[in-house]
């Protein structure tokens, strides 16, 4: 199969279908994809666990990630000894991957031939709870607020922390996006999810914090209304205290100054957990607010 993207990163089945039996090469399979993973692929903790498994004599199939597909199939090609043995790879969503990763269905060649058989139009393929996370689209009540106001409580229109994350889905309705990880890789426990500019995060199901940036480029949702979101766009620090002075919140001087991007932190005064991101040519734009604010969270969380 091809694979137009043959440069961006999936999660997938990487399968050999060979015309006849060539033990060296599967060895040689093995070395290549573990001494290559910096530069185009990584096999999900080689080390700990087998997930290369010869199942018959024409079927070897594993889990990785690929950044060049081209690359693979001309090195493989290159190997084989006949034209009718091929390589195909099938994607996965981040959530499948890592479920099939922490289960035991990860060396069970059976389950990944079914799997490939159902294949979506030969180039992805499906979990049953893929399904069931699409099934799962709901719109929510929604939430009619400002910016200014959330500032001002803390909290969106009655979701604050420690909400129960069926509130936040109640209120907001499925995430448009959420964080997966080997531990937390499906909607209803994963550890952020992300509406927008808005991206919350969870801990034993109730939210935990708040992140919400400000950029031209990224969409609101309908069940979100931050009706003077536009006005903070772009807007100058000082601008931005002006607007603060109406609801009686100062800034403090920078805390922390400099870091990797260039950005510059404000905290509100008597709020040392509400800091408030400037970036820019000038590092004088604002780009996001995070409530509550931990030293740990910056480049923590991915929207």
Same mark, same amino acid.
């Given at each position: 199969?091809?694979?137009?993207?043959?440069?961006?990163?999936?999660?997938?089945?990487?399968?050999?279908?060979?015309? #006849?039996?060539?033990?060296?090469? /599967?060895?040689?399979?093995?070395?290549?994809?573990?001494?290559?993973?910096?530069? #185009?692929?990584?096999?999900?903790?080689?080390?700990?666990?087998?997930?290369?498994?010869?199942?018959?004599?024409?079927?070897?199939?594993?889990?990785?990630?690929?950044?060049?597909?081209?690359?693979?199939?001309? $090195?493989?090609?290159?190997?084989?000894?006949?034209?009718?043995?091929?390589?195909?790879?099938?994607?996965?969503?981040?959530?499948?991957?890592? #479920?099939?990763?922490?289960?035991?269905?990860?060396?069970?060649?059976?389950?990944?031939?079914?799997?490939?058989?159902?294949?979506? +139009?030969?180039?992805?393929? *499906?979990?049953?709870?893929? !399904? *069931?996370?699409?099934?799962?689209?709901?719109?929510? +009540?929604?939430?009619?607020? %400002?910016?200014?106001?959330?500032?001002?409580? /803390?909290?969106? +229109?009655?979701?604050?922390?420690?909400?129960?994350? $069926?509130?936040?889905?109640? !209120?907001?309705? %499925?995430?448009?996006?959420?964080?997966?990880?080997?531990?937390?890789?499906?909607?209803?426990?994963?550890?952020? $999810?992300?509406?927008?500019?808005?991206?919350?995060?969870?801990?034993?199901?109730?939210?935990?914090?708040?992140?919400?940036?400000?950029?031209?480029?990224?969409?609101?949702?309908?069940?979100?209304?931050?009706?003077?979101?536009?006005?903070?766009?772009?807007?100058?620090?000082?601008?931005?205290?002006?607007?603060?002075? %109406?609801?009686?919140?100062?800034?403090?001087?920078?805390?922390?100054?400099?870091?990797?991007?260039?950005?510059?932190?404000?905290?509100?005064?008597?709020?040392?957990?509400? /800091?408030?991101?400037?970036?820019?040519?000038?590092?004088?734009?604002?780009?996001?607010?995070?409530?509550?604010?931990?030293?740990?969270? $910056?480049?923590?969380?991915?929207?």
């Amino acid at each position: 199969m091809d694979m137009e993207d043959s440069w961006e990163d999936y999660f997938g089945i990487i399968t050999l279908n060979l015309a #006849e039996i060539d033990l060296s090469l /599967c060895e040689k399979a093995i070395e290549w994809l573990m001494t290559i993973g910096e530069g #185009e692929w990584w096999i999900a903790e080689q080390k700990e666990k087998n997930l290369l498994k010869l199942s018959d004599r024409f079927f070897f199939g594993f889990l990785g990630i690929t950044f060049d597909y081209i690359r693979l199939t001309g $090195w493989f090609k290159g190997l084989m000894k006949s034209d009718k043995s091929r390589v195909s790879f099938y994607r996965l969503s981040d959530g499948a991957f890592y #479920e099939i990763f922490q289960s035991e269905k990860l060396g069970d060649q059976s389950f990944l031939k079914h799997l490939i058989k159902t294949s979506v +139009d030969g180039r992805s393929v *499906q979990l049953d709870s893929d !399904r *069931q996370e699409m099934r799962s689209k709901k719109a929510g +009540d929604g939430i009619n607020t %400002t910016v200014l106001e959330f500032i001002r409580s /803390c909290g969106l +229109d009655g979701l604050v922390i420690g909400t129960e994350r $069926w509130e936040v889905e109640k !209120r907001l309705g %499925t995430p448009e996006q959420w964080t997966t990880t080997r531990e937390y890789f499906r909607r209803d426990n994963a550890l952020g $999810w992300v509406y927008g500019p808005l991206l919350l995060s969870f801990e034993a199901d109730k939210l935990a914090d708040f992140v919400l940036s400000f950029r031209e480029d990224l969409k609101r949702p309908q069940s979100l209304n931050l009706t003077d979101y536009d006005q903070f766009l772009g807007i100058s620090e000082a601008s931005l205290k002006s607007l603060l002075s %109406t609801i009686g919140l100062r800034l403090e001087e920078p805390q922390v100054a400099d870091r990797e991007n260039k950005a510059i932190e404000r905290f509100l005064e008597d709020r040392p957990t509400f /800091c408030i991101l400037f970036t820019g040519r000038e590092r004088k734009k604002l780009s996001k607010i995070m409530y509550p604010y931990t030293d740990d969270i $910056w480049g923590s969380k991915r929207a």
